[in-house]
């Protein structure tokens, strides 16, 4: 089993920045994709940023709507991956996922709220 703990939520003004951590304990195979994807209510579930683990070095991906503003980041030691958010805006305000994909699991954090005030 694989299990996701998030953190790093909150309010946050237009134009600030927050961190979302999201650390994955158990089974952790060294090649699998963690990201962040968001939902607000009575809208799909969306993919904001994904870094994959290859068998050498890693790849990340962004949703149109956050390039340039939110990072992505992965620390294969700590199992832990990041997204900083900068230049946060409101539509930004959704609750965030994290998601951790292997050849053996499809595990989803119990997503954490992030709201942007205008």
């Known amino acids: 089993q694989v299990q996701l703990v998030e953190s790093g939520g909150g309010l946050v003004q237009a134009g600030g920045s927050l961190r979302l951590s999201c650390e994955a304990s158990g089974s952790i195979s060294r090649i699998s994709t963690m990201g962040w994807y968001r939902q607000v209510p009575e809208k799909q579930r969306e993919v904001v940023a994904t870094?994959?683990?290859?068998?050498?070095?890693?790849?990340?991906n962004y949703a149109d709507a956050v390039k340039g503003r939110f990072t992505i980041s992965r620390d294969n030691t700590k199992n832990t991956v990041y997204l900083q958010m900068n230049n946060l805006k409101p539509e930004d305000t959704a609750v965030y996922y994290c998601?951790?994909?292997?050849?053996?699991?499809?595990?989803w954090g119990q997503g954490t709220q992030v709201t942007v005030s205008s």
């Open positions: 998601r951790y994909t292997s050849s053996l699991y499809n595990v």
């Open positions: 870094v994959a683990r290859p068998t050498s070095g890693s790849s990340t």
